[in-house]
């Protein structure tokens, strides 16, 4: 789908905060919020705006994440079609995407400790494991995410990003953990029904609200879009280090690129991960070629990989 500017900037409007209200986004774009209204709702229906989801740091309810990459061997599409559903309908996962040319799928789960993630690891094994040519994981520790500010023609980044995992715990009643179910799918939903469902005022659900951020357990309201349609793929890079004393400056570096969308950390794998997205290979090459001309020195190899379709995210645990 061919976006014109007013799209393009209602789309970066929309993932800067979802929750935005109609005025607030036209006063930015230079639109009553009628038109604003249609628009939004001309990007729903053609499948470019695929929903609205809230962030949230499940770091700071007591978990952390484990990330697996798998290769397959000796399957058939059913095959493949039963692993991926193995995973998909794991309360614990909240990533599921089918994976080239690097590895064929990669999987994000919340886990509370390292016992809960072996257990479901040899359960698996014993019902896959002979289809895994390789298998990799890594424990995640913190993503930056940045804004879409490509979407509205900036050359570098001047957002702030979300920061995201790695915190300590932080006090949850049942409540706020209802309030928070409620919102992770579907950041947009009105207060006013979430009050209704679970039986309280809409100024208490106010409150909680309030507090969930101010705690950093809700770090924002995102838009969820469909990057095929505005003719973009997600590329991931994993770069391996042979000065690590240049992270900084190489992280820096390529925080400076408005294409960037996460710095991930983790520990194990890649020494420095990113996703970008790019339109074609060319791009994304073009890219690279700068990175590696330019920390020649420090950079001894690199990988990378396209998402070529997600089949789950699920934004908070659910159990």
Known sequence: MVLDK???????????????????????VGLPKNVVSYRIKRLESRGVIRGYYTVVDA???????IRLYLSFQNTTPKVEKQILDHFI?????WWVASAKPLYDATIIMWVNDIKEFYTFWEQTLKSYG?????????IYVQAVHYNYEYLIDRKTKQDKPDIVGGNKRSGIDELEMRILRRLAGNAKTPLTVIAKELSVSVKKIQYRLKKLMENKIIIGFRTNIDLAKIGFHNYRLNL???????????????AQNPYLIYINRAIGHADLEYELHFRNMDEFHKFIDDIKNRFSESIRNYDYFIFKKVHKEQFMPLD
Do not use: M, P, V, W
């Not at 393009?8 to 209200?21: P, T, V």
């Not at 002979?130 to 890594?138: G, K, P």
């Not at 000065?243 to 390529?254: A, G, L, R």
């Open 89 to 93: 309908k794991n309360s614990r996962t």
């Open 240 to 254: 391996y280090l042979s000065d690590h004393s240049q992270k900084k400056k190489i992280d820096y570096y390529i």
């Open 59 to 65: 770091s700071r309810l007591g978990y952390f994440s």
């Open 130 to 138: 002979r289809y895994f040519r390789e298998s990799l994981y890594s």
């Open 6 to 28: 007013k799209d393009k900037r209602i789309l970066y409007e929309l993932d800067r905060n979802a929750r935005q209200s109609l005025s607030q986004i036209g006063k930015k």
